[in-house]
Each structure stands twice: as C-alpha cells, then as structure tokens.
C-alpha cells in the first residue's frame, strides 16, 4: 500500500517557469489537499478537494492552481514560479466522514514532501 | 473563518518535566480539534483529535488534551516529558461542513537532558 505519493522530491526553478507537482493517493480517500510549510508559517492551506470534479481555495491560493479529475490524483500546478514560492510542499489525503451535507476529514495522510527553490 | 493560533513558538522543558501547549481556536460552531507532530525530517503524525463527546481526549504516546469550548482552546499536555518528545506540534482545526483543515503556525519543543 503506497499511501500518499507526491513527485518530485527536489525542484529548482527560475523566476517565470511553470511546473506540476504530482499527488496520488491509493486509499480511495474523497479529501485532498496540498499545502505549503514555511519557518514560524506553520502549514498554510493551498487548495483542497472533497472529491472528483471539486475544489476550493484555502489559505493562500494565490499563484497556484489544482485540478481533480479522479479520485486519486491532485496535482498542484504552479503558473509562472515567483521566489516567495520557495517552501515545502505537502499532498495530504484523509477519508471524510459525515457526507451527507458535508464532512470531516479524520485524519491526514501525509506525502513526503516537496522541496522547492524558485531562484 | 477558521483559525488556529499556537501562542508559543518555542518551549523548552527538562526531561521529565511536564508539558502543556496551548492552542486557541476560532470557529463558528462546535469545531473539529486535531494535534499533528512532526519530527526533524519526518511527515506529520496524527496525535489525537477531538470531534464531541468528552472533552478530554486521550492520544498515542501518553498525550491528552482538553477542549475548553469557553476558552476556545486545545491544549495538549502530557505528564513527563521524554527526549523523544523533542518535535514540533501543531493544533488544527477542521471544517464540519466541508472538512477544510486548517493548522496553527506551530510549537518547537526542545527538551533538556
């Protein structure tokens, strides 16, 4: 059981490229999210998804954009890199209980991160 | 909106010693509470959650923590503090409706010998 898959592990980009970070959950988990951990930020909120076809904003989804086209994969695409999106990028996948009208998630799975320079 | 503020940015306690870490929350109904840990170089693992029921949630590794809804707080504590404690430890709190989650800027423990 692979859990939580993200891809790359390391990426260097310049000012103004644009890239894709790879998500993909095995669990069949509904909820997937990505976000960004910063010193003293703590882990900020990018984007979210409850399932296929669904997705929100979170905290700081400026310069970011996600897709889920399946229930497995949630890539986070990056459009044109700025030095303030250097950080560490974390996919993190979660069943969700309570569907009906909504729902929480019960606890987080966890990719093993992305570390991302933008020089 | 949701919100989470750990006070502490760093804690330094003896081994042995006992631990308390605050967390305060900001939610407009009865919220979802969870404590993650993440050690140097490591994913973060799930410590305990709080959805209802009783307010004091026991968690792996011998940690607790106690919903004060009139303080709007979350503090996680456990009574003797070992060297494999040292980590950083971050509260959040989660969305009913929409399971949004969202975490705290986080608390760096360092523990004495």
């Known amino acids: 059981n692979a859990g939580v898959t993200q891809t790359p592990k390391f990426q260097v980009l310049k000012t103004g490229q644009s890239m894709t970070l790879q998500c993909a959950q095995d669990m069949n988990h509904e909820y997937m999210s990505w976000y960004r951990q910063d010193p003293g930020m703590g882990l900020r909120l990018i984007h979210y998804?409850?399932?296929?076809?669904?997705?929100d904003q979170g905290e700081v989804p400026n310069g970011y954009n996600v897709s889920r086209s399946t229930t497995e994969d949630f890539p986070l695409r990056l459009l044109s890199a700025a030095p303030s999106q250097t950080s560490v990028y974390f996919c993190a996948s979660s069943r969700l209980t309570n569907l009906q009208g909504g729902g929480t998630n019960e606890k987080l799975f966890f990719g093993s991160g992305t570390q991302l320079s933008v020089l | 909106a949701q919100s989470v503020t750990q006070p502490d940015i760093h804690i330094t306690v003896s081994e042995g010693a006992s631990l308390e870490l605050r967390c305060n929350y900001s939610?407009?109904?009865?919220?979802?509470l969870f404590w993650y840990v993440q050690s140097p170089g490591q994913g973060l693992q799930l410590l305990l959650k709080y959805f209802s029921g009783d307010t004091l949630v026991q968690g792996i590794k011998g940690f607790e923590a106690e919903f004060k809804r009139s303080q709007s707080s979350f503090n996680l504590r456990k009574p003797s503090v070992h060297w494999s404690d040292a980590a950083e430890y971050f509260c959040?709190?989660?969305?009913?409706?929409?399971?949004?989650?969202?975490f705290g800027q986080g608390t760096t423990l360092q523990v004495k010998p």
């Open positions: 939610y407009g109904a009865t919220p979802y």
């Open positions: 959040a709190v989660g969305n009913r409706n929409t399971g949004k989650l969202i």
């Open positions: 998804s409850v399932g296929a076809g669904i997705t």
